[in-house]
């Protein structure tokens, strides 16, 4: 069982900051990407930023230059550091992982249960 679990959400005004984690947990040999997903109301899913097992990163062109990535392989969790928040990133951000969870076998696609980022003034 792998578990991805978020925390860092909340009410924000515009062009404050927050800061988004997610711990990954369970029976994980390898992790590859990682990444941030938002999904606000009435629209679809979209990608905001991804890292890779290397470090290469890619981001949203929306959120470029205010958001960053990390990720700390110890402890398995990835990070979002949101700054100059616009009220149109607030949407509800769920983590993916593609983790492999034995040798040799193939990475599966692992999601947090999301976390509420509201901008609001």
């Known amino acids: 069982q792998v578990q991805l679990v978020e925390s860092g959400g909340g009410l924000v005004q515009p062009g404050g900051s927050l800061r988004l984690s997610c711990a990954a947990s369970?029976?994980?040999?390898?992790?590859?990407?990682m990444g941030w997903y938002r999904q606000a109301p009435g629209k679809q899913r979209e990608l905001v930023a991804v890292?890779?097992?290397?470090?290469?990163?890619n981001y949203a062109d929306s959120v470029k230059g205010r958001f960053t990535i990390s990720r700390d392989d110890a402890q398995n969790t990835v990070y979002l550091q949101m700054n100059a928040l616009k009220s149109e990133d607030t949407a509800i951000y769920c983590c993916?992982?593609?983790?492999?969870?034995?040798?040799?076998?193939?990475?599966?696609?692992?999601w947090g249960q999301g976390t509420q980022v509201t901008v609001s003034s």
């Open positions: 993916h992982a593609a983790i492999a969870t034995h040798w040799g076998t193939y990475e599966s696609d692992y």
């Open positions: 369970g029976n994980i040999f390898s992790i590859n990407d």
């Open positions: 890292i890779s097992s290397g470090g290469s990163t």
